[in-house]
């Protein structure tokens, strides 16, 4: 099977699509199956041969190619979406609601147009939504989501130079932890492990299994062990490079690798003792 990735956003994630049927090339428009019907996206991944069995459920379809139609179509839906958004946010300050509006998603068939937005508590946004239905005539949906979501929609690039993973590759948010930071020998300051949303980030969750995987071989702090340079402790780990930093019994320290160490004997520790 022939499968390729198509993107809705520029920022957005990229979705696997069966494109056995068709030749296409990156960047090109495509309109392609959703579960809300069919919406128009772009190549973003060249096609590769994968085999069907490695994909949890059967992968949606490209339709076609986009043609001139489809292409004004959508067109004519990102200018909507800038419309709603500007009348959206004048209403809001109308109205004097305590809301944040962050997007403006409107279906490609016109069947409705969903306003994003994030606010610490209930807001009550029925003379808004009349409002607007009664201008664009379509049906009108007020989306609240939290400050994850309002990233993943918003996008950017993380402390470490890359896109935001909620915005790239990351299908779901999951439960992060302070634990987890601590396995991965962070330091426990919430500027350096928080996220531009503000909440612990992602990336803790996703990386922690490798990281426990690589420390099950690696000594644990204080451990006495026995390198070239002689004995010492074990005072640091460095996990991804597999090796440790040794305070020597002389006073200096040493930074070796898992295979140049090896545990302090019963004899040696007898022999030290006598």
């Known amino acids: 099977m022939k499968v390729i990735g198509v993107k809705f956003r520029d920022h957005g994630r990229i979705y696997d699509y069966d494109s056995t049927e068709f030749t296409m090339k990156e960047r090109d428009i495509v309109m392609v199956e959703t579960d809300r019907g069919p919406e128009l996206g772009f190549v973003a991944r060249m096609p590769m041969e994968r085999d069907a069995a490695f994909f949890s459920k059967p992968l949606k379809k490209i339709i076609r190619l986009a043609d001139e139609n489809d292409m004004e179509r959508g067109r004519r839906n990102l200018y909507q979406e800038r419309e709603a958004k500007k009348l959206c946010l004048a209403k809001i300050q109308e109205h004097n609601l305590s809301m944040k509006l962050i997007g403006v998603d409107s279906f490609l068939d016109g069947s409705k147009i969903i306003f994003y937005f994030v606010s610490e ?22 989306r609240q989501v939290g400050v994850r979501n309002e990233a993943k929609m918003i996008g950017g690039m993380g402390t470490c130079g890359r896109e935001f993973c909620c915005c790239t590759f990351l299908k779901e948010f999951e ?4 634990k987890m930071a601590k396995e991965q020998n962070l330091a426990l300051n919430p500027q350096k492990i928080s ?24 000594p644990k702090v204080g ?12 005072i640091q780990q460095n996990v991804i490079y597999q090796k440790v930093r ?5 006073g200096k320290e040493v930074e070796v690798g898992l ?16």
Do not use: N, W
Not at 121 to 132: A, I
């Open 121 to 142: 508590g209930r807001v009550d946004f029925r003379t808004l939504v009349k409002d607007l239905a009664g201008v664009f005539k379509t049906r009108i949906e007020m």
């Open 175 to 178: 439960p992060v932890s302070v």
């Open 195 to 218: 996220g531009a949303c503000g909440r612990l980030m992602c990336c803790l969750a996703f990386e922690i299994d490798t990281y426990i995987e690589l420390k099950k071989d690696l």
């Open 223 to 234: 451990k006495r062990v026995v390198t070239p340079q002689g004995v010492g402790k074990i």
């Open 246 to 250: 040794v305070a020597l019994e002389d």
């Open 259 to 274: 295979h140049e160490i090896r545990e302090e004997t019963f004899f040696e520790k007898y022999r030290k003792g006598k």
